[in-house]
């Protein structure tokens, strides 16, 4: 099987690099921006054409969550236009698409974990343009699986946990929301599922939706305590609510996911949230 990964140098496509090492009767192809303009629909064709994968991984997305609110024209071509090029091209090509989506298609105004099922409802242009590329995907009828992740981090990249650490080094205390309730999510472990859903594709007729992040439940608040407490770092944490820290850009205040899914479906046991974020501590310690 060949499996084209789109996004290459961000924090998933760099993961799920690692991981292909695991599946060596199968050829990955890794692309980034300098490889593929996935915003230029000849260049997606022409790609898919020379290529001939048999999966494409779509990991690209347009990620600025507040610069989104001012750039939507840059976050619609990247988040929903390129989506449908590449679902098109899936579909004319017979190639099985796995695309990544957001806890933002949400308004976090539920209070149970929220099933792949539920309605959408973004308050964000981030989720709105993310949400546009789900319904482009699904209007292409190409055969395939979106993926819905909340909170990811990785030793790669920027992220939660690496600005944390930078700045329990340079400060001694800290002021994070306490009042948005989610999952942190390791790519990692994304990565594996994802890969899990590529190897047994087969058993996707059509298309499905599913939903991942680590298990248990936590505030940002709680993400960045255990996060302060694992990196023996002094600083202290002070719980505040989002009023009282602003940004362009609402989030959902409740992004919990119900994994039952993609558990059931491909066998995949989920980790816990601080097991896994313990384990990306330890890869970046032995990185510095």
């Not at 190897?199 to 298990?215: G, V």
Request: proline fraction near 4%; include cysteine; glycine fraction near 4%.
């Amino acid at each position: 099987m060949k499996i084209a990964v789109l996004g290459a140098h961000g924090q998933l496509g760099r993961k799920i690099n690692d991981l292909s090492a695991l599946y060596k009767q199968h050829c990955f192809v890794f692309a980034d921006i300098d490889e593929l303009d996935i915003t230029k629909q000849e260049d997606v064709e022409q790609f898919v054409e020379v290529q001939q994968p048999d999966v494409i991984i779509n990991c690209a997305a347009y990620t600025a969550v507040d610069k989104a609110e001012t750039d939507y024209d840059m976050a619609k071509l990247l988040n929903a236009v390129a989506v449908g090029y590449l679902a098109n091209a899936a579909m004319q090509h017979n190639v099985f698409f796995v695309h990544v989506s957001t806890d933002y298609v949400f308004d976090g105004t539920h209070c149970r974990p929220y099933l792949p099922t539920d309605s959408t409802n973004p308050v964000s242009v981030y989720g709105a343009t993310k949400l546009e590329g789900e319904k482009l995907f699904i209007a292409s009828q190409c055969r395939g699986a979106i993926v819905r992740t909340s909170w990811l981090y990785s030793e790669y990249g920027n992220n939660f946990v690496k600005t944390m650490l930078r700045l329990g080094k340079e400060k001694t205390s800290l002021n994070v929301v306490c009042d948005q309730i989610g999952t942190p999510t390791y790519a990692g472990d994304l990565a594996s599922a994802i890969l899990q859903i590529t190897m047994n594709n087969q058993q996707i007729k059509q298309q499905e939706i599913f939903h991942f992040s680590n298990n248990g439940v936590a505030s940002w608040y709680d993400f960045a305590h255990t996060i302060m407490e694992m990196a023996a770092l002094p600083c202290q944490v002070m719980p505040i609510r989002s009023s009282e820290y602003p940004t362009p850009a609402q989030r959902p205040f409740y992004s919990v996911f119900d994994k039952v899914k993609i558990a059931q479906m491909f066998r995949i046991t989920i980790p816990y949230w601080k097991d896994s974020l313990k384990v990306c501590m330890e890869k970046l310690q032995m990185l510095s």
